[in-house]
């Protein structure tokens, strides 16, 4: 029986040490919250030039794809026609104001003499009637005079805002018509820009409130600072910031259009173009971050990271995760500072097992920004 029991001792298998596992005990810190969208730019103003008068195209006076500012000739119609109608409604002005210079005078002449009983009342009357029908003759004069005059200035297209004009549609020679639908060149103001993103609707509701429970501060100047990355994956040296968002929500997308204002003093940015804009929703505090790696996903695609409680056994946590931030993922909820998480060593370790933590540095607020910044 002892030699039996020998035996036994012998073959039981020694007890293993606890596994050693990196863990990072957390710690609540300011981050700037960022929200990235893909977006499109969009003209900021855009004139179609058309004729408001019929005629002929004599001058064609800007250059093809340049700069034009507001208030610049753009083009010369035929002026001949419209400019005999200004001389002849000029004309009949001056007649009328001679009539009424005959008027004037003739009611003066018999205001003294009907109070001589010179003339009678009937005749006075019809004098003050033709002076008051030759004023009328003055102002309708006036007013075609004035029509004659804004038809021969239309005769000089300008351009109605600054910007960049298109190719011309029409040439020397050609003619035009007065309200037709066909433009004869378009131009578009390229600085600033627009950039309009599609925010979820959830997403915008989770700002509101947490702005409301003051999880996230808000900018000094109340505004949201608006960064681009363009196509070609390069960042765009300029900052804007949101102008607006809609007040309605896309039933098809369930997303809110937001817009924002983009300076573009190189003309780098043109309507049309795909980017991808970054909102900075502001700074949150007390926020929570986890690398990536301490976090996995079970079968239904929740997000879980073990745990090292007080008696250094581990457990597995089902966590809430928001935006990636660098190498970190922002927590929303399942976890608070002080408690340790498994980063190094997790494929070792299994419910209820002891592990011997090791501590591992953190990566800071600024530099995960930095590095989610430069992605």
Not at 71 to 81: E, K, M, P
Not at 261 to 266: E, F, G, K, Y
Not at 324 to 350: F, H, Y
């Amino acid at each position: 029986m002892l030699a039996l029991a020998g035996c036994e001792r012998k073959n039981a298998a020694p007890k293993l040490p606890p596994q050693s596992v990196g863990v990072l005990t957390l710690h609540a810190q300011p981050v700037v919250v960022h929200t990235s969208l893909p977006g499109r730019t969009d003209a900021f103003e855009i004139a179609q030039v058309r004729p408001q008068v019929t005629g002929v195209i004599e001058k064609r006076l800007f250059q093809e794809g340049s700069d034009v500012t507001v208030g610049q000739q753009l083009y010369q119609i035929d002026a001949s026609r419209y400019q005999a109608v200004y001389d002849q409604a000029r004309g009949q002005l001056a007649e009328a104001e001679a009539g009424e210079v005959t008027a004037r005078a003739k009611l003066e002449r018999y205001r003294a003499l009907v109070r001589e009983h010179a003339v009678s009342k009937q005749e006075y009357d019809d004098a003050v009637a033709a002076e008051k029908q030759a004023q009328g003759q003055i102002l309708s004069a006036k007013g075609q005079v004035e029509a004659a005059q804004v038809n021969l200035g239309y005769t000089k297209m300008y351009a109605p805002i600054s910007g960049r004009i298109s190719r011309t549609l029409v040439t020397v020679g050609a003619l035009v018509t007065a309200n037709q639908t066909d433009n004869t060149a378009i131009i578009t103001r390229l600085d600033p820009i627009y950039v309009d993103v599609n925010l979820p609707a959830i997403t915008l509701l989770r700002l509101k409130r947490e702005l409301a429970e003051g999880r996230i501060e808000r900018q000094a100047n109340g505004e949201v600072p608006v960064t681009l990355t363009l196509e070609d994956g390069s960042g765009y040296e300029h900052k804007g910031h949101m102008a607006l968002s809609e007040v309605n929500v896309d039933t098809s997308t369930a997303s809110v259009i937001v817009r924002a204002i983009m300076p573009n003093p190189d003309k780098l940015l043109l309507p049309g173009m795909y980017v991808h804009a970054e909102l900075e929703e502001g700074t949150d505090p007390n926020s929570i971050l986890v690398p990536q790696q301490a976090v996995s996903h079970n079968t239904h695609g929740d997000a879980e990271v073990w745990i090292v409680k007080d008696d250094d056994t581990v457990e597995r946590r089902q966590i809430q995760t928001g935006a990636a931030i660098g190498p970190n993922w922002l927590v929303t909820g399942g976890l608070k500072a002080g408690e340790r998480i498994v980063v190094i060593g997790v494929q070792k370790i299994k419910p209820g097992a002891k592990v011997k933590p090791q501590e591992i540095p953190a990566t800071p607020a600024s530099d995960a920004a930095s590095q989610n910044k430069g992605q």
